[in-house]
């Protein structure tokens, strides 16, 4: 599960997508096997390259990375990216 989650996350980046909200409830894995797949990509925000920074509050408490929490009612940017990592890692803990 934890690197079909990590390869889907990379294919959405590669592809210049953020989600943004990675959570339990935002995965679908099938049973026996099969293909997991991300669903709800109301948060998501496009992204030109690993470096793009975002300034907006999106996700879910519990699931938001460190940095993002740390920007509300601020104007801090974060990596849109790298705060989509932690929230897997948060999922999978």
């Known amino acids: 599960v934890g690197r079909q989650l990590f390869e889907a996350i990379a294919f959405m980046h590669d592809n210049g997508v953020a989600h943004v909200d990675i959570k339990p409830r ?19 925000v496009r992204v030109r390259d690993s470096k793009h920074m975002f300034c907006g509050i999106a996700g879910t408490k519990g699931y938001i990375a460190p940095e993002v929490r740390g920007s509300r009612g601020r104007k801090s940017k974060y990596n849109p990216i790298m705060a989509d990592l932690w929230s897997c890692g948060k999922t999978l803990e």
Do not use: A, C, Y
């Open 26 to 44: 935002n995965i679908i894995i099938p049973p026996r096997g099969g293909k997991l797949t991300i669903i709800d990509f109301s948060s998501s």
